[in-house]
């Protein structure tokens, strides 16, 4: 069973708290943005600012104008700041369930 509100992923950007939302509309961009989850992972992990800022925008649901002062916002709260809570987020979106796999679950134990 789903959980609808299971992956809300917050980030604080400048004393601001942005919702990142698990949503089908937000894995496409990504995925179309990067080409896989994998590899917005490792852009996340290798602390790519242009990475978190495409993120960010698709899990907070920015339009365009909306998303175009996120680079300075991200710059200023930190990019070491947010790579744990995105990269976080990019795990919700692979498992938006919140459900663990057969697997993952027999080997918790």
């Given at each position: 069973?789903s959980?609808?509100?299971f ?26 943005a990067?080409?896989?989850l994998r ?15 495409t ?6 649901g ?7 002062e ?23 979106l692979?498992?938006?369930t ?12």
């Open positions: 069973m959980r609808a509100s992956g809300q992923i917050d980030i604080d950007l400048g004393g601001e708290t942005i919702p990142l939302q698990p949503t089908l509309a937000a894995l496409q961009k990504i995925d179309r990067f080409g896989s590899e917005a992972s490792e852009r996340v992990a290798n602390l790519s600012l242009d990475a978190l800022v993120i960010i925008a698709a899990g907070a920015l339009d365009a104008q909306a998303a175009k996120l680079p300075e916002r991200v710059f200023r709260a930190g990019i070491l700041n947010l790579v744990g809570p995105v990269s976080e987020y990019l795990l919700v692979m498992n938006p919140g459900e663990q796999s057969r697997e993952g679950a027999e080997g918790k134990g």
